[in-house]
């Protein structure tokens, strides 16, 4: 099967590689993979600027159908729609993985970047970290099952939005749209900044019933309880503490790749409190499931642009700034 492989560091080394199919083992699955996100994760890693082992097939925001189980694994999940967290094994005994985040476990070994993912026809997966997609919903919104349980775990454990809190999300991706919507659900008022280049993604914004501002026309005067910058640009991160009011609050869910500058005395001045997450727990992906099932977040909308694998490079190059989540689907053909 053609599998997307990250070659080697440094940016680019990027291919499409025949690889053999998995083969379920004890404990494991194999899903057919009816579609896969594109994350910024992803473009960082094709950029060089994320670590990954050589030779790995890429690719962790996944939805598909169970079609093997291995030993130990009820034969029932056979031909059910699932969604499925990112680890793949962890060290099951050090404090975080004891404490409910092996997303932190030091050990921790994921798809996509430790062991093969989902940028391939079939994908090898812990039979538990399945998670059953709700009847209706499409496979491909259901890739953004993943990143929402990343926003769960950034902004709901513990919980950064209060209700009447005015909140500025900048960066109008997947991330921060839906960062938007899960803070519009408690929020008094929400707003998403983004570029003029973003105003596509921002038009989408407005259509779920978010405000939307382009960053340098923030006045200089607007302030807000919350801000949570999920864009990964530097710049970004200084408008956020500008704009926050004192004793405010500061999410960082994007990842900037470089090094970034801040001046951190602001923080100090303003007693701004600061959360940030990694990735996602179990915890965070039940909230992400009910929020699914129920409907109270929108995922369809933010599927702009559908690929073939075989065109992976079209998601990965420049020009998709009006995209908000692109999906490659193996299934379909060039």
Request: glycine content about 12%; overall charge negative.
């Amino acid at each position: 099967m053609d599998s997307l492989v990250k070659l080697g560091a440094g940016p680019g080394q990027m291919a499409l590689v025949e690889r053999a199919e998995p083969r379920a083992t004890p404990g494991h699955v194999v899903v057919d993979v009816a579609a896969t996100g594109v994350c910024g994760t992803d473009l960082h890693i094709a950029g060089g600027e994320y670590a990954v082992e050589p030779g790995v097939t890429l690719g962790h925001e996944l939805c598909g159908v169970v079609a093997e189980v291995g030993d130990q694994v009820d034969p029932k999940w056979i031909g059910r729609t699932v969604v499925a967290e990112t680890f793949f094994s962890t060290c099951g005994h050090c404090v975080n993985c004891r404490d409910g985040r092996p997303n932190l476990c030091p050990e921790r070994r994921s798809i996509g970047t430790h062991v093969d993912g989902a940028f391939a026809a079939k994908v090898l997966l812990p039979a538990g970290n399945l998670h059953l997609l709700p009847e209706g919903v499409d496979p491909r919104a259901a890739t953004l099952a993943e990143p929402l349980a990343c926003v769960c775990n950034c902004l709901l454990d513990p919980s950064v939005v209060e209700p009447g809190d005015r909140v500025l999300v900048t960066g109008p991706g997947a991330i921060g749209l839906l960062a938007a919507e899960l803070a519009n659900l408690t929020g008094k008022e929400v707003t998403v900044a983004g570029l003029p280049a973003d105003d596509a993604r921002l038009a989408i914004a407005r259509e779920l019933g978010l405000g939307t501002v382009h960053v340098d026309e923030l006045e200089e005067s607007r302030e807000f309880d919350v801000a949570i910058e999920s864009s990964g640009a530097p710049a970004a991160l200084g408008e956020c503490l500008a704009h926050l009011r004192r004793g405010g609050r500061l999410a960082q869910i994007g990842i900037f790749g470089t090094p970034v500058t801040v001046t951190f005395d602001s923080m100090l001045l303003k007693e701004i409190g600061v959360t940030a997450s990694f990735a996602s727990t179990p915890r965070s992906w039940r909230r992400a499931m009910a929020l699914i099932e129920s409907g109270a977040v929108a995922l369809e909308p933010l599927v702009t642009k559908v690929l073939p694998l075989a065109s992976w490079g079209l998601a990965f190059e420049g020009g998709n700034d009006g995209d908000v989540k692109i999906v490659l689907d193996p299934r379909e053909r060039v």
